[in-house]
């Protein structure tokens, strides 16, 4: 689980649950090649390196696609950092979000990882906080963090009215 908080910060990246069923897929590749070794079978030598470079490319490809997305609760946004290379960044400002909810099914429930999804004054714009570890922990929050800074911008609005 990735999820880095402090009191004003929160930092997390796609669960390693999502890729359960790839890491599956793994142990079935390297469970047969033990089976047919340990039973006598006489496997090809170059059935061996693909079945591990398959294996191979799979952990990697798993942990780059896991590495290419960031989100971070700051103490006035919600950041999606896309990429590793080249870099994308989608920041939704506190006083913009209307409301969000997590969606979860029923595997993701089990072993609590889900999406959270953001909406912005408007159903129709919405981003996705997708495959993250304990998300109504992360909605929590993001909520605590949206109603410390409005209360904090009404204070400063009374400040300056009585001024």
Known sequence: MVIHKREDYLFTRISRKTYIPIYLIVLLI??????FWYNGFEINKYAIIGALAAVLICIKS????RLNHKYEITSNSLVHTRG????VSRRLDFFAISDFD???????RILN?????VRLFSKDSTSCVKNIDRPFEFMKFLEDQII????NALKQNEREATV
């Open 62 to 65: 798993t942990e780059i696609h």
């Open 84 to 87: 590793i290379f080249g870099r």
């Open 102 to 108: 997590v969606s979860q099914t029923l595997w993701q």
């Open 148 to 151: 410390k800074v409005r209360r």
């Open 30 to 35: 390297i469970g047969s090649i033990i089976f």
């Open 113 to 117: 990882y889900g999406n959270v999804n």
